[in-house]
């Protein structure tokens, strides 16, 4: 079982920047897949980031690419998104979550808001 609990979101100007932070419980963390997915209002949960489980490969979104950084610290049992040169359009709940297999995402957080104004 790991539990994920997100923090870090706010309200932040378009261009500015933040550190969104997920810290996980349990053993075995530094063995699962981890990922940050948002969803904004009206609109499906979409991908954002994710790392695997030795922060050996990378993948985003486009709509993120060049702008958000996924890194993970094992020893702290804990993933970050670091989200710069925001846009009102990343503005969402964002989800942290962890997977074993690519089949599926088996944790979830609470989800944190993040609001970009214009």
């Known amino acids: 079982q790991v539990q994920l609990v997100e923090s870090g979101g706010g309200l932040v100007q378009a261009g500015g920047s933040l550190r969104l932070s997920c810290a996980a419980s349990g053993r075995t963390f530094s063995s699962y897949t981890m990922g940050w997915l948002r969803q904004a209002p009206g609109k499906e949960r979409e991908f954002v980031a994710l790392?695997?489980?030795?922060?050996?490969?990378?993948h985003y979104a486009d709509s993120v690419k060049g702008r958000f950084t996924i890194s993970r610290d094992n020893a702290k049992n804990t993933v970050y998104l670091q989200m710069n040169s925001l846009k009102p359009e990343d503005t969402a709940v964002y989800y942290c979550a962890a997977r074993k297999t690519i089949l599926k995402w088996d944790y979830w957080g609470q989800g944190t808001q993040v609001t970009v104004s214009s």
């Open positions: 790392i695997t489980w030795n922060a050996g490969s990378f």
